[in-house]
């Protein structure tokens, strides 16, 4: 088995303490790439290492280096991301549009024997099995950020900031034994997000923690967190699974009023407190893919 560290990949791939291969990218003066495979790959079976967020520019140069590797007598060729984008496009919202979920994970398909991943947005396609027709690994984040909520936060009650997120919170909570609710989300726009958050003055003095799988633009965790101050609450911890941060995310949240944010190492961010390599290098020890 080797790993081949991508773009941001490095140091997730370190963690795992399995043997890594050296790949490198050329790009030549008109923008194309050229991906070379330094560490032989005859024989062995080869695992790419990459989260992809940022995707459009680091999907063809991934492309190519799995298909590099098939070229030079690797056994098998597959993916680890700890991250896995465009999910969120799981159906045509609006006339003219394409379904890019299926289109990205179609592409991922025809090019890897196997993917690992953790917590991809799964809302109105249930399972990657449903629509890669290649093994798939699907990990959890949710015992790691519930060991993180015990070990750091005394009385916590979980918020899930939109009826997606019932499924992160809703385990995290039995796995803590703590209350927990979710809010209803309209989401009118990129930016414009309002909530309802159905919140028993009960917990009236716990710590509020809010914990959603992707934060991108922000504008979901900023009108949770508004919602909750408004309200009288104290100021929320916010643990997000995918730390995509658009530009600009970090400032909203902060000004919004979030107490702490925290996010799982599955995207490479400063906020990263909650690593999950072992997850990884569990799955590759048990040889699930
Ligand atoms: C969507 O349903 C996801 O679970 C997240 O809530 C969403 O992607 C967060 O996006 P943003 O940070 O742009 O509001």
Redesign the pocket.
């Known amino acids: 088995m080797l790993i081949f560290p991508l773009f941001n990949g490095r140091l997730m791939a370190e963690s795992l303490g399995l043997p890594l291969g050296e790949a490198t990218t050329h790009t030549f003066p008109d923008g194309e790439t050229l991906v070379r495979l330094i560490t032989p790959v005859q024989g062995r079976e080869v695992y790419f290492l990459t989260s992809l967020d940022r995707p459009n520019k680091k999907m063809l140069p991934l492309l190519f280096a799995a298909d590099a590797a098939r070229a030079n007598g690797a056994t098998a060729v597959h993916l680890i991301a700890p991250y896995l984008a465009y999910m969120?496009q799981d159906k045509a919202f609006h006339e003219g549009e394409g379904i890019s979920a299926l289109t990205f994970t179609g592409l991922l398909s025809s090019h890897f024997d196997g993917l690992i991943t953790i917590d991809p947005?799964l809302h109105r396609i249930h399972a990657l099995q449903d629509i890669m027709p290649i093994k798939t690994s699907v990990l959890h984040a949710a015992k790691p950020i519930a060991a993180w909520i015990k070990a750091n936060i005394a009385q916590p009650v979980l918020i899930g900031?939109?009826s997606?997120?019932q499924q992160w919170v809703q385990s995290i909570a039995v796995e803590l034994n703590v209350p927990y609710c979710v809010a209803e989300k309209n989401r009118a726009s990129d930016t414009a997000?309002s909530v309802i958050l159905p919140l028993e003055k009960a917990y009236h003095d716990y710590t509020p923690v809010l914990i959603?799988?992707?934060?991108?633009?922000?504008?979901?965790?900023a009108a949770n967190i508004e919602m909750l101050l408004k309200s009288g609450w104290q100021a929320p911890v916010c643990i997000g699974v995918h730390a995509v941060f658009a530009p600009g995310?970090e400032a909203l949240l902060s000004q919004a009023g979030a107490a702490n944010l925290i996010t799982c190492n599955t995207i490479l961010h400063p906020s990263n407190r909650i690593h999950l390599g072992n997850l990884i290098s569990d799955a590759l020890n048990q040889r699930t893919v």
């Not at 959603?212 to 965790?221: A, R, V």
């Open positions: 969120r947005h900031p939109d997606e997120s997000v959603d799988d992707i934060i991108s633009s922000g504008h979901t965790m995310a």
